[in-house]
């Protein structure tokens, strides 16, 4: 691998595109990405045999393992599988797990990592973290982004509608993240990157607006350009803070008290609603509820199956879950009893 394409901050190729998994091959042929033949692919569980099967022609020397799931331990394995190999780059074909887990496993190898995107739920396709569980709980690791990616559209076509539709609201709760950064500059002093910012905001307005939906290719393609992007911001910035504020604060915090209650880009969107509601900004409260009911993504807690209580604990618990991180969470500092008012406030305003 030449020393310049393993140094490049961003990707070397980004490709959306029917067909992109039988034609991976291609890819591979390009002596950037691979010079010796060495390939390892990782693929998940669920569509494991097809792609294996569309891969097959073009990478009959590649060894192929299966990835169980999106576990700390998982990665773990592969990893130690990857180094035993000596393999020059690993492929990691499929959802956001087998890709998060491949992006960790490549890590602990030492050896550059393309993704290839099978669905579009969230901006972890390109970003430089893996989310993986472990036995604490979920975690976020630091690794490095993908070195090419690759989106199928017949896959994500395939892939469960709700899941596709989460990544709307990922990418658009980029837009209270961005406001929550410039709000700790203001108020903290705290380093501000301007690229990072204008990427990230890029990604959620090249969507907010659309009126188009998952049904077209027109759509996914800007979609997973917007994901894409949106990761690529949180390298340019050295953190998640230009697509992660007081949004996914209240996420994390939903993940911790109400496990299972729904999937990550759902309750982001939900985050960043009820923050821009916090903020009193009613033009962007109403561009991004309107956005999220549009795609079918739920608004209000009741929509996920939390009550106002429960959604009203978690927004008081989301500070603990970001320690250092400046929203407008702890720029209100808001008491329980506040907190509780403010979401009876929100589902009145915009339950269904």
């Not at 990157?193 to 990230?200: F, V």
Request: charged residues 20%; hydrophobic residues 45%; aromatic residues 4%.
């Amino acid at each position: 691998m030449p020393l310049l394409a393993r140094m490049l901050p961003t990707p070397l190729t980004m490709q959306v595109r029917r067909g992109a998994v039988a034609e991976l091959g291609a890819l591979l042929a390009d002596s950037r990405v691979a010079t010796s033949g060495r390939v390892a692919v990782a693929v998940g569980p669920g569509q494991g045999d097809h792609i294996e099967s569309l891969i097959a022609p073009t990478l009959g020397e590649a060894e192929i393992f299966r990835v169980a799931d999106g576990t700390v331990d998982a990665a773990v394995s592969l990893g130690a599988d990857l180094r035993k190999g000596a393999y020059e780059v690993v492929v990691g074909v499929g959802g956001g797990k087998t890709i998060d887990t491949t992006k960790y496993a490549a890590s602990l190898a030492g050896i550059p990592m393309v993704a290839v995107a099978t669905n579009l739920a969230h901006d972890g396709i390109c970003s430089p973290t893996a989310s993986l569980v472990y036995d604490g709980g979920k975690g976020t690791f630091g690794v490095p982004m993908p070195l090419a990616i690759l989106v199928d559209l017949d896959f994500v076509h395939s892939a469960p509608q709700q899941l596709v539709r989460a990544g709307v609201g990922d990418v658009v709760s980029n837009l209270s993240a961005i406001e929550d950064w410039q709000l700790g500059n203001v108020e903290r002093g705290e380093p501000i990157d301007g690229l990072a910012c204008s990427m990230a905001r890029t990604a959620a307005e090249a969507l907010v607006g659309r009126t188009d939906s998952i049904e077209s290719d027109a759509f996914l393609t800007v979609l997973a350009e917007s994901l894409i992007l949106s990761g690529m911001s949180m390298v340019i910035a050295g953190s998640s803070r230009p697509a992660s504020g007081g949004d996914h604060e209240i996420l994390h915090a939903v993940d911790q008290l109400f496990p299972g209650t729904s999937n990550h880009g759902e309750l982001a969107g939900i985050g960043a609603a009820f923050c821009f509601f916090l903020r009193q900004d009613d033009a962007r409260v109403t561009q991004v509820t309107e956005c999220l009911r549009r795609h079918e993504l739920p608004v209000v807690p009741a929509d996920i199956g939390l009550s106002s209580e429960q959604f009203a604990e978690a927004v008081a618990l989301a500070p603990a879950t970001r320690p250092g991180r400046y929203t407008i969470l702890e720029h209100l500092r808001m008491q329980d009893s506040e907190i509780h008012d403010r979401v009876e406030d929100y589902v009145r305003a915009f339950g269904r």
